[in-house]
């Protein structure tokens, strides 16, 4: 079977820095994939390469079944990209930067004015198509970026940093965009985030990247669950003697008795609250409150890199990055 994206040993030096290190990555066909990772991590720089912006020092790649280095404008007709950084023109209309993308592309008139159509009621902006984007909201260009990408038809989607510097409420507004592209229209997405919660709640597998390695691949749940540690605290008359008791069941890894409270390492914590409690309640006890605290792709992220993904970060200095972006254009 062939995949939707195929890499082998696929590098990017930029003079002594290797900026994507030997990566061998596939991703299958209606998949909607996450590359998860740090800034500098190398996540732009991958998906450049693949959609033939750069040309990779080392390795190669097949995307939609062509060749990244030998078949160039296969691979940029099949594909979509919303860039990082925006690339909108502001002072046209949404409709204008719809049309003047498709005429790169090559469409004729009838095909523009049909697929704008299109587009613009697959991410809900027809009823501002005409108003200078200028006058848009930040989630609103963002959804018409994504519109842009899909105004040829893409089977393949690239998403670099979709909800970058949105807020909570607009990032949760272009997630639904993204699934519904994934799910109704059948297109493989390959999104790049730094965020925890949009790789877990978006995406089918996440791949981890961290100095242009991929350390870590696999469903999020599978990820976490790897970690073997999710902790369930249960508030039990006679902790020290429920203790014992709970050393010598088998899927209770580690025990802890924390004042009146017994904190359980267990592997899938919500398939074992039950056992947990029955447990007690045979030995004619009650469990008097229960708490469960499950890994994040953070808690995985430190594990093995020993560091946490915004370490050298934070939210002002991602702040100070966006507005010192804005003033460079
Ligand atoms: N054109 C370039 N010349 C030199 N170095 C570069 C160039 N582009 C990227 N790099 C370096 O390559 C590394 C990877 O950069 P890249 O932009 O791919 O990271 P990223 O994971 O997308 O980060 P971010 O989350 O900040 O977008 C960084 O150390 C960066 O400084
Ligand atoms: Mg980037």
Same mark, same amino acid.
């Given at each position: ?9 696929? $590098? ?5 820095? *290797? #900026?994507?290190?030997? *990566? ?50 296969? =691979? ?36 523009? %004015? ?16 005409? #108003? ?22 893409? !089977? ?19 997630? %639904? ?20 919660? /949009? ?17 870590? @691949?696999?469903?999020?749940? !599978? @990820? ?11 508030? *039990? &008359?006679? &902790?020290?003697?429920?203790? /014992? =008791? ?11 008795? =924390? ?7 267990? $592997?899938?914590?919500?398939? $074992? ?38 370490? %050298?970060?934070?939210? *002002? ?13």
């Amino acid at each position: 079977m062939s995949h939707a994206i195929e890499t082998r040993n696929l $590098t990017q030096k930029f003079g002594d820095l *290797v #900026a994507v290190n030997h *990566v061998n990555l596939r991703i299958e066909k209606g998949e909607l994939f996450g590359l998860l990772g740090p800034n500098g991590a190398g996540k732009t720089t991958f998906i450049h390469m693949l959609c033939t912006i750069l040309p990779p020092t080392e390795g190669t790649a097949k995307v939609a079944g062509f060749d990244i280095r030998r078949n160039q404008d296969s =691979v940029r007709a099949a594909i979509g990209i919303v860039f990082q950084d925006p690339s909108l023109d502001n002072r046209l209309t949404g409709r204008e930067n719809l049309d003047f993308h498709g005429r790169v592309y090559g469409m004729d008139k009838i095909q523009r %004015e049909k697929r704008i159509d299109e587009v613009l009621k697959l991410v809900g902006l027809k009823e501002r198509a005409n #108003a200078l984007v200028e006058t848009y909201s930040s989630g609103m260009k963002r959804r018409l970026e994504i519109a842009r990408g899909l105004m040829h038809r893409p !089977k393949i989607m690239f998403l670099d940093e979709p909800t970058l510097g949105l807020d909570p409420q607009t990032r949760r507004n272009i997630w %639904e965009h993204i699934q519904m592209l994934n799910k109704r229209e059948k297109i493989t997405i390959l999104l790049t985030t730094h965020y925890m919660d /949009e790789a877990d709640y978006l995406c089918d597998r996440v791949g981890i990247i961290d100095h242009g390695r991929i350390i870590a @691949l696999d469903k999020p749940e !599978k @990820l976490k669950d790897e970690l073997e540690g999710d902790i369930v605290s249960l508030e *039990v &008359p006679q &902790p020290k003697k429920y203790a /014992e =008791v709970f050393r010598g069941v088998k899927y209770v890894k580690e025990v802890k008795v =924390v004042g009146d409270q017994l904190h359980l390492t267990v $592997t899938g914590g919500e398939k $074992t609250i039950p056992k947990l409690m029955e447990i007690v309640r045979r030995r004619g006890n009650k469990v008097r409150s229960v708490g469960l605290r499950s890994p994040t792709l953070e808690d995985v992220f430190i594990s093995y890199t020993g560091r946490g993904i915004r370490e %050298e970060e934070g939210g *002002v200095k991602e702040q100070m990055r966006l507005r010192m972006r804005a003033h460079m254009r």
